[in-house]
T-cell receptor
Framework: KAGVTQTPRYLIKTRGQQVTLSCSPI?????VSWYQQTPGQGLQFLFE???????NKGNFPGRFSGRQFSNSRSEMNVSTLELGDSALYLC??????????????FGPGTRLLVL | SQQGEEDPQALSIQEGENATMNCSYK?????LQWYRQNSGRGLVHLIL?????REKHSGRLRVTLDTSKKSSSLLITASRAADTASYFC????????????FGTGTSLTVIP
């Protein structure tokens, strides 16, 4: 099976712009989670989608949003970019994480640089 | 914060030696997972240990879990230069769905 894919891999934006990142989970996986990784804050949970519904949300401002499509592919959007949004954004998929007992498989990440 | 903490933050060993890193967390969990990350790339899943398990092995990896102490350890035996990476523990607290909390990571350097 193909792994989790994320596009684009690298992105440079300027403050105030918005950005959309895409994640394609492993075939058959229905849960998609997003994480932000920065040197200062480490890996922080953004949100999780299951069957097109946001099931969990981390402690991030409303500028961070996401959605999931019927084929389980997911996108996250960051509006009004700030310098502090520069980070590696990781997507992870799992089969069905209702009980949080499933392994999460991560994509290679999208590295976002905000200038 | 429910984020776990790894200890030590950095570890440097000679090839062939064993590497041990520890993870402490704060809440009751369903499971704990260990991941490896090479230089700012994606995370690779290493091993999952459930809350009712005490020890698990996978190749050169040995993971222990002590739920009474809310801690876990990852042992890499006979380390290789290719093991150089950052290692993270991730906990799945009970009653939080699929929300995982990652530790701060241990940076392991294996010197050839």
């Amino acid at each position: 099976k193909a792994g989790v894919t994320q596009t684009p891999r690298y992105l440079i934006k300027t403050r105030g712009q918005q950005v959309t990142l895409s994640c394609s989970p492993i075939s058959g996986h229905r849960s998609v989670s997003w994480y932000q990784q920065t040197p200062g804050q480490g890996l922080q949970f953004l949100f999780e989608y299951f069957s097109e519904t946001q099931r969990n949300k981390g402690n991030f401002p409303g500028r961070f949003s996401g959605r999931q499509f019927s084929n389980s592919r997911s996108e996250m959007n960051v509006s009004t970019l700030e310098l502090g949004d520069s980070a590696l954004y990781l997507c992870a998929s799992s089969l069905d994480a209702a009980s949080s007992r499933e392994t999460q498989y991560f994509g290679p990440g999208t590295r976002l640089l905000v200038l | 914060s429910q984020q776990g903490e790894e200890d030590p933050q950095a570890l440097s060993i000679q090839e062939g030696e064993n590497a041990t890193m520890n993870c402490s967390y704060k809440t009751s969990i369903n499971n704990l997972q260990w991941y490896r990350q090479n230089s700012g790339r994606g995370l690779v899943h290493l091993i999952l240990i459930r809350s009712n398990e005490r020890e698990k092995h996978s190749g050169r990896l040995r993971v222990t879990l002590d739920t009474s102490k809310k801690s876990s350890s990852l042992l890499i035996t006979a380390s290789r230069a290719a093991d150089t990476a950052s290692y993270f523990c991730a906990t799945a607290p009970k009653n939080t769905g699929n929300q995982f909390y990652f530790g701060t990571g241990t940076s392991l350097t294996v010197i050839p």
